[in-house]
């Protein structure tokens, strides 16, 4: 089999122990807390009620289980293809390791668009422009500069996402704390039940909180451009994990110090700069309106850089087909533009809120087979637990089927488009590959 645990596609601006620790883990908390905080808050209140800082602790837990599989993966094989090569190595280069890697590939350009389209909201906030043309302009123009940044190289994309994340984790932990103790660590949240939320709305929103964590994804998207990657992969996964946890909750109960559930909600798409006037007033709503373009705008970077590394993994590995359209260069920078050009195009196009969703059934399908893969064929190979791999794939079942029960309650059609989008996928790349597994995939997954 070839090897795959080394970027071949010939672009010398990304190399072997390019981005430190702390630029890896600057990605991924760019990722999990720009799309957490700024884009799903109020979406995760809608499902769980008052106990919705909860539900950022209960995501954290299952993604802690579901990063296990991720770590001891990547610790045996850094690559720069992350989680294709993670499919690759279980299933071989078969449709289900290419459909499953496509489900990630689409869940994070989902991501991209959302974030971004939140990152106008935001913006846009301050001239009550809550609609219109401008918002899917912003949205564009973000991404457009996150691709800007990211064909200046690893060590631009490391460097930036290292001081943007240093300044938005200080500035919305502090705005936490302010509006604790503005409000005199009363929680406002807790005063208003006008809707009822049941167990199943709670676990229901932990699937939202799952997709606010994935970021830590972009690491082992970039695991062959960490130094030293057998040890810092897993290091950082679990300390962008961790500081992700801290920033949420500070945040949670900073918005729900200040506002009602129905407020929340009613101001899902920018929240926090909803919280702020009333716990620290103008100065403090135009902080916060900064900080988030701040984390949006380098989750959209961290999220660009990290697919496209993944889209060109799949393209070596012969697992999606490839056209260079007449552009020049690398394939590495030809992912880069279709990224880009499929997240402008649902910035503009869609309802991202809604896509959003879609975003969390493809993710969590698509760990769930990571799980079972790791479980099936190379549990003993790199010395994982059988229990904690299949504790990770039940927990993502249960999620799984709460959020479905839910959707099929409130929006059926979305659970409709998303089974009809992963099984147009997995035929895709049946047709494509004519296989659903490679041969080795079937015996002893030997190099």
Same mark, same amino acid.
């Given at each position: 089999?070839?090897?795959?645990?080394?970027?071949?596609?010939?672009?010398?601006?990304?190399?072997?122990?390019?981005?430190?620790?702390?630029?890896?883990?600057?990605?991924?908390?760019?990722?999990?807390?720009?799309?957490?905080?700024? /884009?799903?808050?109020?979406?995760?209140?809608?499902?769980?009620?008052?106990?919705?800082?909860?539900?950022?602790?209960?995501?954290?837990?299952?993604?802690?289980?579901?990063?296990?599989?991720?770590?001891?993966?990547?610790?045996?094989?850094?690559?720069?293809?992350?989680?294709?090569?993670?499919?690759?190595?279980?299933?071989?280069?078969?449709?289900?390791?290419?459909?499953?890697?496509?489900?990630?590939?689409?869940?994070?350009?989902?991501?991209?668009?959302?974030?971004?389209?939140?990152?106008?909201?935001?913006?846009?906030?301050?001239?009550?422009?809550?609609?219109?043309?401008?918002?899917?302009?912003?949205?564009?123009?973000?991404?457009?500069?996150?691709?800007?940044?990211?064909?200046?190289?690893?060590?631009?994309?490391?460097?930036?996402?290292?001081?943007?994340?240093?300044?938005?984790?200080?500035?919305?932990?502090?705005?936490?704390?302010?509006?604790?103790?503005?409000?005199?660590?009363?929680?406002?949240?807790?005063?208003?039940?006008?809707?009822?939320?049941?167990?199943?709305?709670?676990? /229901?929103?932990?699937?939202?909180?799952?997709?606010?964590?994935?970021?830590?994804?972009?690491?082992?998207?970039?695991?062959?451009?960490?130094?030293?990657?057998?040890?810092?992969?897993?290091?950082?996964?679990?300390?962008?994990?961790?500081?992700?946890?801290?920033?949420?909750?500070?945040?949670?109960?900073?918005?729900?110090?200040?506002?009602?559930?129905?407020?929340?909600?009613?101001?899902?798409?920018?929240?926090?700069?909803?919280?702020?006037?009333?716990?620290?007033?103008? $100065?403090?709503?135009?902080?916060? $309106?900064?900080? /988030?373009?701040?984390?949006?705008?380098?989750?959209?970077?961290?999220?660009?850089?990290?697919?496209?590394?993944?889209?060109?993994?799949?393209?070596?590995?012969?697992?999606?087909?490839?056209?260079?359209?007449?552009?020049?260069?690398?394939?590495?920078?030809?992912?880069? $533009?279709?990224?880009?050009?499929?997240?402008?195009?649902?910035?503009? #196009?869609?309802?991202?809120?809604?896509?959003?969703?879609?975003?969390?059934?493809?993710?969590?399908?698509?760990?769930?087979?990571?799980?079972?893969?790791?479980?099936?064929?190379?549990?003993?190979?790199?010395?994982?637990?059988?229990? $904690? #791999?299949?504790?990770?794939?039940?927990?993502?079942?249960?999620?799984?089927?709460?959020?479905?029960?839910?959707?099929?309650?409130?929006?059926?059609?979305?659970?409709?488009? /998303?089974?009809?989008?992963?099984?147009?996928?997995?035929?895709?790349?049946?047709?494509?590959?004519?296989?659903?597994?490679?041969?080795?995939?079937?015996?002893?997954?030997?190099?």
């Amino acid at each position: 089999m070839q090897k795959h645990d080394k970027n071949h596609d010939g672009n010398d601006d990304y190399r072997e122990g390019s981005i430190s620790l702390g630029g890896a883990v600057a990605m991924g908390t760019g990722v999990m807390i720009g799309a957490g905080i700024f /884009a799903l808050t109020g979406q995760i209140a809608q499902l769980a009620g008052p106990l919705f800082p909860l539900a950022f602790i209960a995501g954290a837990i299952v993604t802690s289980f579901s990063a296990y599989s991720y770590i001891k993966m990547s610790n045996a094989w850094p690559s720069a293809g992350g989680i294709a090569m993670i499919l690759q190595k279980c299933y071989g280069s078969g449709a289900v390791a290419a459909g499953a890697a496509l489900l990630m590939a689409l869940s994070m350009v989902i991501a991209e668009s959302l974030v971004a389209r939140t990152f106008a909201t935001y913006v846009l906030r301050p001239l009550d422009i809550t609609g219109g043309p401008l918002v899917p302009v912003l949205a564009v123009a973000v991404i457009v500069f996150a691709f800007l940044v990211n064909i200046a190289g690893n060590r631009s994309v490391g460097l930036f996402s290292l001081v943007m994340a240093a300044i938005k984790i200080g500035g919305i932990a502090l705005f936490g704390i302010a509006a604790l103790w503005s409000s005199g660590f009363q929680f406002a949240a807790a005063s208003e039940t006008a809707e009822t939320f049941g167990v199943t709305g709670f676990i /229901a929103s932990v699937a939202l909180a799952i997709l606010a964590f994935k970021g830590f994804t972009t690491i082992t998207n970039s695991g062959g451009e960490i130094t030293d990657p057998h040890r810092n992969v897993g290091r950082t996964i679990m300390l962008s994990i961790a500081i992700c946890v801290v920033v949420y909750l500070l945040v949670a109960f900073g918005v729900g110090a200040s506002l009602t559930i129905d407020e929340i909600i009613a101001a899902r798409d920018y929240s926090l700069a909803q919280a702020a006037e009333p716990a620290l007033g103008q $100065v403090g709503f135009y902080l916060t $309106v900064v900080l /988030a373009a701040v984390a949006t705008a380098s989750g959209v970077l961290a999220s660009v850089f990290a697919v496209s590394r993944m889209l060109t993994m799949l393209t070596e590995m012969k697992m999606i087909p490839h056209s260079h359209f007449g552009m020049s260069g690398a394939v590495q920078r030809h992912m880069l $533009v279709y990224t880009v050009v499929i997240a402008s195009t649902l910035a503009v #196009l869609f309802d991202l809120g809604r896509i959003a969703s879609l975003g969390a059934f493809f993710y969590l399908v698509m760990d769930m087979i990571i799980h079972w893969g790791v479980f099936r064929y190379r549990r003993t190979e790199v010395g994982a637990s059988s229990i $904690v #791999l299949l504790s990770a794939l039940s927990l993502d079942a249960i999620v799984l089927a709460a959020f479905t029960v839910m959707k099929l309650q409130s929006d059926p059609m979305i659970v409709l488009y /998303a089974a009809v989008g992963m099984i147009a996928v997995f035929a895709f790349e049946r047709v494509y590959l004519s296989r659903w597994l490679a041969p080795q995939a079937a015996h002893s997954h030997g190099e």
